[in-house]
């Protein structure tokens, strides 16, 4: 299988650098993902990455952009989330917080659904002018597949409440995410005949290659 793609970026001539998070890196990536589905070949692009050295503001910036130029372009495989420094280092705080990007970016993606129960024409007609649609039975049931309800790193409480919860940053609410996540985590079970098969094939490939074993494979 074939994947068209890469990491292609712009040349920032004051600095000698390649900035990854730079607007027009995400617009090489959409245009050559261009080629790459007129072909009919799955595309890949490093985008959802900062050139920022913390997770702050530009980091931010930069990464939610270029995630969203990347969804609308039609990438099939988008990597750079968690990254920063021109791709040189990774950030798990950075990583939770480009998730709730990506999910925002995949919620664009997936538009405004014009359909009869969703514009609830009727219940406009029933309320008026009123405006009273939130003790309605169908409010309560639409708005959960109508609105992306981010986790707690995204804050969307009032300043007081912000206050009461001790004030954290996106930063430090990401990083209590994470180690809620790590802590949590579970292996997805693999079928032992699947997994002995990945490793004779990879077995297989790297005696083709000359190589001996694959330290991942332990003796075998």
């Given at each position: 299988?074939?994947?068209?793609?890469?990491?292609?970026?712009i040349?920032?001539?004051?600095?000698?650098?390649?900035?990854?998070?730079?607007?027009?890196?995400?617009?090489?990536?959409?245009?050559y993902?261009?080629?790459g589905?007129?072909?009919?070949?799955?595309?890949?692009?490093?985008?959802?990455?900062?050139?920022?050295k913390?997770?702050?503001?530009?980091?931010?910036?930069?990464?939610g952009?270029?995630?969203?130029?990347g969804?609308?372009?039609g990438?099939?495989m988008?990597?750079g989330?968690?990254?920063l420094?021109?791709?040189?280092?990774?950030?798990?705080?950075?990583l939770?917080?480009?998730?709730?990007?990506?999910?925002?970016?995949?919620?664009?993606?997936?538009g405004?659904?014009?359909?009869?129960?969703?514009?609830?024409?009727?219940?406009?007609?029933?309320v008026?002018?009123?405006g009273?649609?939130?003790?309605?039975?169908?409010?309560?049931?639409l708005?959960?597949?109508?609105?992306?309800?981010?986790?707690?790193?995204?804050?969307?409480?009032?300043?007081?409440a912000?206050?009461a919860?001790?004030?954290?940053?996106a930063?430090?609410?990401a990083?209590?995410?994470?180690?809620?996540?790590?802590a949590?985590?579970?292996?997805?079970?693999?079928?032992?005949?699947?997994?002995?098969?990945?490793r004779?094939?990879?077995?297989?490939?790297?005696a083709?290659?000359?190589?001996?074993?694959?330290?991942?494979?332990?003796a075998?």
């Amino acid at each position: 299988p074939i994947v068209w793609g890469g990491a292609p970026a712009i040349f920032d001539m004051r600095h000698g650098t390649t900035p990854m998070g730079a607007v027009e890196t995400a617009m090489i990536d959409a245009a050559y993902a261009q080629v790459g589905q007129s072909l009919g070949l799955p595309t890949h692009a490093y985008l959802g990455a900062s050139d920022a050295k913390l997770v702050d503001a530009q980091a931010g910036l930069e990464s939610g952009v270029t995630a969203v130029i990347g969804a609308l372009a039609g990438i099939n495989m988008i990597s750079g989330a968690g990254m920063l420094d021109f791709l040189a280092c990774h950030s798990v705080e950075k990583l939770v917080i480009d998730a709730e990007a990506i999910a925002m970016a995949q919620r664009l993606l997936a538009g405004m659904q014009p359909r009869t129960d969703t514009l609830a024409t009727g219940l406009v007609a029933g309320v008026g002018f009123d405006g009273a649609f939130l003790k309605h039975k169908l409010t309560r049931q639409l708005f959960r597949q109508e609105q992306l309800l981010p986790s707690a790193v995204i804050d969307r409480g009032s300043i007081r409440a912000w206050q009461a919860t001790g004030g954290e940053d996106a930063f430090a609410r990401a990083r209590r995410r994470a180690a809620q996540l790590a802590a949590t985590y579970a292996r997805p079970a693999l079928d032992p005949a699947q997994e002995a098969a990945l490793r004779q094939m990879m077995a297989r490939l790297a005696a083709e290659a000359g190589m001996a074993r694959l330290p991942a494979l332990g003796a075998e």
